[in-house]
């Protein structure tokens, strides 16, 4: 199983910022119905052991900070850390966007987006990309966006007719 990328310094001390124990920890991610035990705590911090997709998420929300964060980066650049940056489980995220869940997989693992438009809709929308970023995510060359050619504004005609109120001409 792949692991995300972690900072164990991040987690450390976001832990000590908050003045938790690893025991506390542990509760509250339990709590979450995450289960892990507190040397399992010490690893990720020793570096030692990465936290699971479903690890690191409740281990953000334990520690009150973003899973970005924890994750160690600035900005995700792939598309599997704009997914994990926001929380989604691949399954979760493909029902989201009404796509086969080993089809979304196979667009992280091959780096390849194939999305009909309903979907690449969808995937913008949940994971609040823009079409540039999604490119950048996949490695795939942007498509210019077409334009509309506009009208050029016709004024207004007012009618040579004017009536009165009240009756006729």
């Known amino acids: 199983m792949n692991r ?13 910022d908050l003045g938790l124990s690893p025991h506390q920890v542990t ?3 339990n709590a979450y119905g995450v289960v892990v035990d507190i040397p399992l705590v010490h690893a990720w911090e ?13 281990l953000a929300d334990v520690l009150w900070c973003r899973t970005k964060d924890l994750m160690g980066i600035a900005s995700p650049r792939t598309l599997t850390e704009h997914r ?3 929380q989604f489980s691949t399954d979760r995220l493909a029902r989201s966007i009404g796509m086969d869940t080993a089809q979304y ?6 780096n390849r987006w194939s999305g009909d438009g309903r979907q690449t809709a969808a995937l913008l ?3 609040d990309l823009t079409p540039l970023l999604l490119a950048q995510a996949t490695g795939q060359p942007v498509a210019p966006q ?7 504004a016709v004024p207004r005609q007012q009618s040579r007719r004017t009536w009165r109120r009240g009756g006729s001409r």
Do not use: C, H, I, W
């Open 4 to 16: 995300p990328p972690f900072s164990p310094d991040t987690a450390k001390s976001a832990r000590q």
């Open 27 to 29: 509760e509250q991610m």
């Open 46 to 58: 020793a570096g030692e052991y990465r936290p699971t997709e479903d690890e690191l998420f409740a």
């Open 84 to 86: 994990l940056v926001r």
């Open 105 to 110: 997989e196979g667009a992280e693992k091959t």
């Open 125 to 127: 929308n949940v994971l």
């Open 146 to 152: 077409p334009t509309l050619p506009t009208k050029p």
